[in-house]
């Protein structure tokens, strides 16, 4: 069987999407590794590169899963501290940075929140863990310097929702920066991204975590997200300027609020 949702309603979406990450959680980032030969985590990184962290940012990590990105970002910022380390206004900032990762799903954050412990992160009070749909977030107005969302608009109900929620939520200058699984355009290579979608990752996901469905869900998913320049006319249409993409090896998008720069 595999999870299509051209005829299911909503909610059901939103369900199964909801059973799909509480099944995979526990093995959701050897997973991550196994089907992406590694290349999520040079991705991410290009995702936090581009995003320019700074210490006392206030940033929003949407669908933030098992931490992954917001581990970098706080990273990141750690190594400016470390780099700056005989100013003391840093230490003043590296204490007010704030680095919220927010999920639907309490079984992922809770594999995120073990893995803080195991990188001494247990006690950091930068990290905040919140459940929230990105589609309505609990966020004030304009309150935050940064949003990232990786590998998760595509499992939405509506991304006009979750865009609009972004714009609302971003201070003026704030950045948005998406990285996700899009569309292969080079011939021949997307005849091999194809088969190594449909026929080697549900038979990895049924191997490594025994959940072929699970896994072929995703894969569905990533075929029907919009091409990058829909992506991009929909992130401008949210009222973002300077849109910018760059295909990685599946796609990848970033944009900016206005006046950035
Ligand atoms: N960003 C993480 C990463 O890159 O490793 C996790 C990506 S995982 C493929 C997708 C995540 O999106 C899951 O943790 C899932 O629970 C979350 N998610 C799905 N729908 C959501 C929604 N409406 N609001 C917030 N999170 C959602």
């Not at 995120?112 to 009070?125: D, P, S, T, V």
């Not at 595509?154 to 006009?160: K, Y």
Request: proline letters at 3%; aromatic letters at 10%.
């Amino acid at each position: 069987t595999s999870f299509g949702f051209k005829h299911v309603r909503e909610e059901e979406k939103s369900q199964m999407v909801g059973d799909v990450f509480s099944s995979v959680a526990s093995n959701y980032d050897l997973m991550n590794d196994v089907m992406s030969g590694g290349l999520h985590r040079l991705w991410k990184d290009r995702l936090v590169s581009m995003l320019n962290p700074f210490p006392g940012m206030k940033h929003l990590d949407v669908a933030g899963g098992t931490g992954d990105v917001a581990f970098r970002i706080l990273d990141n910022i750690n190594s400016i501290k470390g780099r700056a380390s005989q100013d003391p206004l840093n230490d003043h900032l590296q204490e007010e940075t704030q680095i919220y990762v927010c999920d639907i799903n309490p079984n992922m954050l809770n594999v995120g929140k073990k893995r803080a412990i195991e990188r001494g992160l247990g006690e950091n009070k930068s990290l905040v863990w919140v459940e929230g749909d990105a589609e309505a977030l609990s966020f004030e107005d304009n309150t935050m310097d940064g949003y990232t969302i990786a590998f998760g608009i595509r499992n939405v109900t509506h991304i006009e929702k979750v865009l609009a929620e972004a714009y609302r939520v971003l201070k003026q200058g704030g950045r948005f920066l998406c990285l996700e699984l899009s569309h292969v355009e080079v011939p021949v290579f997307k005849e091999l991204y194809d088969y190594y979608s449909f026929s080697v990752i549900p038979a990895l996901g049924e191997l490594v975590a025994g959940d072929r469905e699970s896994y072929q869900y995703l894969v569905e998913s990533i075929r029907r997200f919009p091409l990058q320049e829909k992506f991009a006319s929909m992130i401008a249409d949210a009222g973002f300027q300077k849109v910018e993409y760059e295909n990685l090896v599946g796609g990848v998008k970033f944009c900016q609020h206005p006046d950035a720069l």
